[in-house]
C-alpha cells in the first residue's frame, strides 16, 4: 500500500520570499500525486496534480511540483509567496492499479509574516 | 467552487443522537468519498461509493454508515453520537476511482454537545 509523508508540521515564511513545501511517498510504481491546499474552516482545493510526462508540474495560485523518482519526492515550490498563500497543505498519492483510494499525508501548516 | 456541495454546513446536536449529512456529487463524477477531519486525528478516510456500490473503506466507526443513492448523492449517517465524533467531515468526488483526483465539498461541521 502506498503512503505519504509530509516532514514539515509548521513552516513560516516572510511575505515575497521563496517556499518549498516537503512531500515524500512510498510505493512500488510510479503513483498518481495530488497537492491539496486548506484555508481555515473551508474544503481541500486541488493545487496541482501528477499523471505521467513532465516532471514539472503546474498548478494553480501560481504553484508548481516536482517529481522525483529517484528520491520518492513530489516537493511544493512558489518563487514568491503571498500573503494569502497562509494555509495547510497536504500532499496525496494514488496507486494506478488497484481499488485503493487516494491517501493524504498529515499536512503542513504554512503561516506567512510581514 | 468545486461543484461537489454539503448539507448542511453546521450541526449542532447531543450525544446520543443520530444525524444524516448529504452530498451532491459534481455533475458526471460517479465517485463519491467520504472524510472526516478533527485537530488530533488528521484528515481520515471514511468510505467510498462508485456509482451506488460501496468500494472502498477505512477508518468508519460501525455507529456510521453511508450509502450513494440512484441520482449519485450521497448521505452519511451518524449515529449514537459522543463528543469525540465533533468533527468537519468532508465528502469529495471524483470522475473514476479509486485514486483519480478527488474534488472536495466545503464541509459540513459538526458538533456535538
Known amino acids: 500500500a502506498q503512503s505519504v509523508t509530509q516532514p514539515d508540521i509548521h513552516i513560516t515564511v516572510s511575505e515575497g520570499a521563496s517556499l518549498e513545501l516537503r512531500c515524500n511517498y512510498s510505493y512500488g510504481a510510479t503513483p498518481y500525486l495530488f497537492w491539496y491546499v486548506q484555508s481555515p474552516g473551508q474544503g481541500l482545493q486541488l493545487l496541482l496534480k501528477?499523471?505521467?510526462?513532465?516532471?514539472l508540474v503546474q498548478g494553480i495560485k501560481g504553484f508548481e511540483a516536482e517529481f522525483k523518482r529517484s528520491q520518492s519526492s513530489f516537493n511544493l515550490r512558489k518563487p514568491s509567496v503571498h500573503w494569502s498563500d497562509a494555509a495547510e497543505y497536504f500532499c496525496a498519492v494514488g496507486a494506478r492499479s488497484g481499488n485503493t483510494p487516494l491517501v493524504f499525508g498529515k499536512g503542513t501548516r504554512l503561516s506567512v509574516i510581514a | 467552487d468545486s461543484g461537489v456541495t454539503q448539507t448542511p454546513k453546521h450541526l449542532i446536536t447531543a450525544t446520543g443522537q443520530r444525524v444524516t449529512l448529504r452530498c451532491s456529487p459534481r455533475s458526471g463524477d460517479l465517485s463519491v468519498y467520504w472524510y472526516q477531519q478533527s485537530l488530533d486525528q488528521g484528515l481520515q478516510f471514511l468510505i467510498q461509493?462508485?456509482?451506488?456500490?460501496?468500494?472502498a473503506k477505512g477508518n468508519i466507526l460501525e455507529r456510521f454508515s453511508a450509502q450513494q443513492f440512484p441520482d449519485l448523492h450521497s448521505e452519511l449517517n451518524l449515529s449514537s453520537l459522543e463528543l469525540g465524533d465533533s468533527a468537519l467531515y468532508f465528502c469529495a468526488s471524483s470522475p473514476r476511482q479509486p485514486a483519480y483526483e478527488q474534488y472536495f465539498g466545503p464541509g459540513t461541521r459538526l458538533t456535538v454537545t
Open positions: 501528477y499523471f505521467s510526462g513532465d516532471t
Open positions: 461509493y462508485y456509482n451506488g456500490e460501496e468500494r
